[in-house]
């Protein structure tokens, strides 16, 4: 069974820094993984989708990276901004007809 | 396009009621997720339908707990009777299933409070 970590959970940084979040997951034969964002009180939103195929996507500000060996994911968030707070969330795809497997996120604030 | 569509958006109610939420997925999308979503828990898959028909109800809580989806344009997930435990933000979300490559969209959820 597919399970999903996300360290920290919390993590607060200064407006500008480059910063990491990690995800890692334990079965390796992963179909896809997402990253979403979400804001207080909202649903999720899409952020990147990362194929099994592919190592890397990038939407602007953002990339993210996937390793299957060592079964993990980075999202990469250049020059932070307080905008960028939110929480952001994980998920594995373990087969094109199986859901979405969610970590429980890791609460990013950015402090200008 | 207006996403995925959820009603109410708040609900409080007794224990011992009968709660209904609703979803309308995008349009043309062939797949529906209810999730839950606690503190505690983070966020739980409950069931998932493909071209209306649910795939895996295996998160599904217990009895109480059921998911209909008569067309492909609606959904319904409903708790009879509530709980207190039941508390918890409610979410909706479509795909469309096509070459592995689908997005998940979530609506904006359900906050619901069962007192």
């Known amino acids: 069974k597919q399970e999903v970590t996300q360290i920290p959970a919390a993590l607060s940084v200064p407006e500008g820094e480059n910063l990491v979040l990690n995800c890692s997951f334990t079965?390796?034969?992963?179909?896809?993984l997402q990253w979403f964002r979400q804001d207080p009180g909202k649903g999720l939103t899409s952020l990147l989708l990362i194929q099994s195929s592919q190592r890397e996507q990038t939407s602007g500000r953002l990339n993210a990276s996937l390793d299957k060996s060592s079964g993990r994911s980075t999202l990469y968030i250049a020059a932070s901004q307080p905008g960028d707070s939110a929480t952001y969330l994980c998920a594995a795809k373990n087969s094109g007809n199986t859901p979405l497997v969610f970590g429980k996120g890791t609460r990013l604030s950015v402090i200008a | 396009d207006a996403g995925v569509i959820q009603s109410p958006r708040h609900e409080v109610t007794e224990m011992g009621q009968e709660v209904t939420l609703r979803c309308k997925p995008i349009?043309?999308?062939?797949?529906l997720f209810w999730y839950r979503q606690t503190m505690m828990r983070g966020l739980e898959l409950l069931i998932y339908f493909n071209n209306n028909v649910p795939i895996d109800d295996s998160g599904m809580p217990e009895d109480r707990f059921s998911a209909k989806m008569p067309n492909a344009s609606f959904s319904t997930l409903k708790i009879q009777p509530s709980e207190p435990r039941d508390s918890a933000v409610y979410f909706c979300a479509s795909s469309l299933v096509q070459g592995g490559s689908e997005t998940q969209y979530f609506g904006p959820g359900t906050r619901l409070l069962v007192l």
């Open positions: 349009s043309g999308h062939n797949s």
């Open positions: 079965d390796s034969a992963i179909y896809n």
